[in-house]
T-cell receptor, first 114, second 115 residues
Framework: KAGVTQTPRYLIKTRGQQVTLSCSPI?????VSWYQQTPGQGLQFLFE???????NKGNFPGRFSGRQFSNSRSEMNVSTLELGDSALYLC?????????????FGEGSRLTVL | AQSVAQPEDQVNVAEGNPLTVKCTYS??????LFWYVQYPNRGLQFLLK??????LVKGSYGFEAEFNKSQTSFHLKKPSALVSDSALYFC?????????????FGTGTQLKVEL
């Protein structure tokens, strides 16, 4: 069974640009969550989608947005990039929302903002 | 609000010795507790979880964790450490609200196992 796939793995952008990251969950998983990992702030929850609906949202500005498609694939977008957005963005999938199951994480997309 | 504390930024242990990585939590409600491991430039790998039942939980790669409700702790342990266990370990908590899978993570503990 294929794991969670995130693309691209690495990307470099400049301030003011926008970026879109993609996540394909494990087959059959309908819940997709996004996390930002930085050395200073650690792992912070961005948002969670289930059945194409955003179910939870973390404390991030409106420049961070996401969506989920009918096949459960998800994208997140960051507009007007700032230097502080440089981070590893991790996607995780789960078979259920609100269940007892663990999250399965992808390898991450490492974004560098210059 | 729920929170997780990992009091040690780094833990050093000799190969073959037992290891413990500490985690304490604060929640209002019954916690679901998880341990994840992260190798350099990789995502998080699930190790084990506590939902309910036995306080001693066994997981992947010989790791186990002990849930202690009175001390609100969930320490990760392994009887005999390997050099390959060297990695970044995260404790996480989720309170079941019926509304989602959001995890709150600790700051992580770097485990270094030396020969």
């Amino acid at each position: 069974k294929a794991g969670v796939t995130q693309t691209p793995r690495y990307l470099i952008k400049t301030r003011g640009q926008q970026v879109t990251l993609s996540c394909s969950p494990i087959s059959g998983h309908r819940s997709v969550s996004w996390y930002q990992q930085t050395p200073g702030q650690g792992l912070q929850f961005l948002f969670e989608y289930f059945s194409e609906t955003q179910r939870n949202k973390g404390n991030f500005p409106g420049r961070f947005s996401g969506r989920q498609f009918s096949n459960s694939r998800s994208e997140m977008n960051v507009s007007t990039l700032e230097l502080g957005d440089s981070a590893l963005y991790l996607c995780a999938s789960s078979s259920r929302q609100g269940g007892t199951g663990e999250l399965f994480f992808g390898e991450g997309s490492r974004l560098t903002v210059l | 609000a729920q929170s997780v504390a990992q009091p040690e930024d780094q833990v050093n242990v000799a190969e073959g010795n037992p290891l413990t990585v500490k985690c304490t939590y604060s929640v209002s409600g019954n916690p679901y507790l998880f341990w994840y491991v992260q190798y350099p430039n990789r995502g998080l790998q699930f190790l084990l979880k506590y939902i309910t039942g036995d306080n001693l939980v066994k997981g992947s790669y010989g790791f186990e964790a002990e849930f202690n409700k009175s001390q609100t702790s969930f320490h990760l342990k392994k009887p005999s450490a390997l050099v390959s266990d060297s990695a970044l370990y995260f404790c996480a908590v989720r309170v079941f609200t019926g509304g989602g899978n959001k995890l709150t993570f600790g700051t992580g503990t770097q485990l270094k196992v030396e020969l």
